[in-house]
């Protein structure tokens, strides 16, 4: 069954493509095809070109300091995510290195970044599932970041696996229909509610 | 002269183009184009597919709505911005709307969704700066906003123009060499400062 976003208006097969599996195949990433990944990463734009972003990797090629970072998910991810074979921890820093002035935009950014990568994933036939579950004291403790760094989300890379093998629970989450507002619901123009021109009229 | 990004390792045509520039073309964007641009941000992935994201989006073909969004970004970036022929300005919707609680990701995922926002403007061939630099008050004031929405950036949509045409500053600054910091510094592994194997032995 296709996974593929079901737009209303024509975007790119790129994004269309992306999905977040819970299901990963053990076949193992390639290095390059990582390196191109945070590469992506890396070209994202951010606030004063700060790149207030840093990732912890680790792939199950390395299986100690796979389960290190596996640890770092809540449970309920890592019954999936530990079959994938790469994992990472996005994490932002908070601080302007320049000036130590607050980044409001960090998280935001690390966002961009994120997005970036999984375009790349996806081009590359990778599928990528982002979670917001993590336990951040573990992250901090099992990696000693620096003050003003915080984690943020754990990323799984991997290719897609067969949803057949998951529990129930999660197999009926990986065939859901995918859903998203319409987009007369956050496009507003003039006043706040009101669906922009642009949109309500096309 | 290139505004490509030099990647290190090769990454998506649309990754490598997009860049941000000052100098907007005055022509304007077809509201189909406009329309793709939001599907591709609406069908980001993001924490319990909440979707913490709204728009406010103007066109300079409504002078009145566009002076009054311009008028929410800091003069540095009005000096440039007004010339765009879109802008929009990026919501968060700070809590989850299923049981009120705070939305740790919220900033990220709205990041998330931009940018996938900014692959589509590239497939189709427009430019998007994002700007940092607004006033929240102002949004708040202009458009009413409700609480718990927290703006967040500016984003001006386009097509690139002549940089000549700009002020020196802004000249400058669309001409300078792109840089980012190399991957070694910020894709970590084991310890935190240590570059992931992944990335050191490629």
Known sequence: MSRD??????????????????AFSDRPVA???????????????????????????????????FDRLASCLVEANQVWARKAPVLAISVAHMHFSRNGKPNTCAHHDVGLAVAQLTVEATARGLVVHQMAGIVPDMVRANYQLPEGCQPLTGIAIGYAGDAQKLPDSLQDRDTA???????????YGGLWGNTAWAISKT
Chains 1, 2 share one sequence.
């Open 31 to 65: 290095d390059a095809d990582l390196c191109a990944l945070f590469e992506a990463a890396r070209w994202a734009p951010s606030s004063y070109n700060e790149q207030p972003w840093t990732f912890i990797l680790a792939t199950q090629q390395d299986p100690g300091e």
């Open 177 to 187: 229909e995918r859903t998203r507002k319409p987009l007369a619901d956050f496009v």
């Open 5 to 22: 976003a079901r737009p209303d208006h024509p975007i790119h097969e790129l994004l269309v493509k992306r999905w977040s599996p819970y």
